[in-house]
């Protein structure tokens, strides 16, 4: 079973309407992400958690919003989708320890399209 | 804030050739540095990663890269390329104790391999 999971893969929506991304992790890890991918542009960093009670915005917050459930989920919510919000979502996830430390760990990704 | 470039958007190339991607950043501390790699429809993978020491890395699938630090550079290499390296390759930077390990994307190589 994949490490790291998103939910759904595949969202086609309508401006206004909300969206909600769902990550699960099964690593154990404390510490998650959200990242849009558009062409050219790489991976951009939206929100990020170092635990459940921690939530910090990234470089492109402006639209959108999260919500740590549980150590092992992190939620990604578009509130009123537009379409500029088209993009390919990653949920990663990280430790602070061990051999993997410091290294991040993607979800397949959930693309997304807003018409 | 630190940023990431990555000169080449596209590269093609035959089997067996060798690869050379270039990836440059600006901070002016001590940073952490990762190559990932994206096969089509897939989400990204490490392939290989630096934090200190050695400045030849060496990762999988016979992938390397060499950490200059004068230059600022990352630049990834494989001796000889096959069909199946094929994908889009990320570079990133994170600075040591950056809080929430951020990582900063390049912009990606697509690079595609002929038989």
């Known amino acids: 079973d994949a490490d790291v999971t998103q939910t759904p893969r595949n969202r086609i929506t309508k401006t206004g309407k909300r969206i909600m991304l769902e990550c699960s992790q099964t690593?154990?890890?404390?510490?998650m992400y959200w990242y849009r991918q558009d062409p050219g542009l790489g991976l951009r960093l939206i929100y990020y958690s170092f635990d459940v009670k921690d939530i910090n915005k990234g470089e492109i917050s402006d639209g959108y919003s999260v919500s740590r459930q549980a150590q092992a989920k992190f939620s990604l919510s578009l509130e009123s989708a537009i379409p500029n919000q088209t993009a390919l979502y990653f949920c990663?996830?990280?430790?602070?320890?061990?051999?993997?430390?410091?290294?991040?760990?993607f979800g397949p990704g959930t693309r997304l399209t807003v018409l | 804030a630190q940023s990431v470039s990555q000169h080449n958007h596209h590269v093609i190339l035959s089997e067996a050739a060798s690869l050379e991607l270039g990836c440059n950043y600006s901070?002016?501390?001590?940073?952490?540095l990762f190559w990932y790699v994206q096969y089509p429809g897939q989400h990204l993978q490490l392939l290989l990663k630096?934090?200190?020491?050695?400045?030849l890395v060496k990762g999988i699938k016979g992938f390397e890269a060499e950490f200059i630090k004068s230059k600022f550079s990352f630049n990834l290499r494989k001796p000889s390329v096959q069909w199946s390296d094929t994908a889009e390759y990320f570079c990133?930077?994170?600075?040591?104790?950056?809080?929430?390990?951020?990582?900063?994307f390049g912009g990606g190589t697509r690079v595609l391999v002929k038989p």
């Open positions: 990663a996830t990280s430790s602070t320890s061990g051999s993997e430390r410091d290294e991040q760990f």
């Open positions: 630096y934090f200190s020491g050695d400045p």
């Open positions: 690593k154990g890890h404390d510490r």
């Open positions: 901070y002016g501390g001590t940073v952490n």
């Open positions: 990133a930077v994170n600075p040591h104790g950056a809080a929430g390990n951020k990582l900063t």
